[in-house]
């Protein structure tokens, strides 16, 4: 009996640990209601979750495609999206743009810090926003030298792609987070 349920653990951790490789064979479909069905390996998946492993140094490769919901598991990896025929790459980048919406900040015109939050007037390449922070997180992540990832308050993500673009007015704004 013992025997088993080891038998049974290890076939999990195997399924678990398994590198599926999804090539352009496989196929994928928008559905009605946006989502997007799958099918692979002779298993059909009604809706299915497009997540960049990579997301900000190599966006179009390595994508993992997973289970919606069902603890969001791996069902395989593509690992380049330009492998992938036309149809599926403008399914999976619809689905990508949508869960890493990321507004580029252009022009920074105030930030106001205010009871350990910081309040964020700018200009977006999707236009002007304003957005707060935290100012006791790590809502600003630095990607380089120059690259930021401002995460505010609801979660939502915001881009300066190079900090030296900015004015220098703009960059002694940002000096409480540099």
Known sequence: MAEDTINIYEKKAEEMTALHIISKEDKFTETEGGFVSFDYDGVHYDRIKVVRLFPFTDADRFISIREHGNGDREIGIIEDLSDMTEETQAVLKKQLDLCYF????????????????????????????????????NAVAKLSDTRLIILDVDENRFEIRDVETLSQKERRMLDLFL
């Open 102 to 137: 990321t507004p580029v900040i252009e022009k920074i015109y105030n930030i106001k810090d205010e009871y350990g939050y910081a309040y964020f007037h700018v200009l977006t390449d999707k236009g002007e926003c304003k957005f707060t922070i935290n100012m006791g997180s």
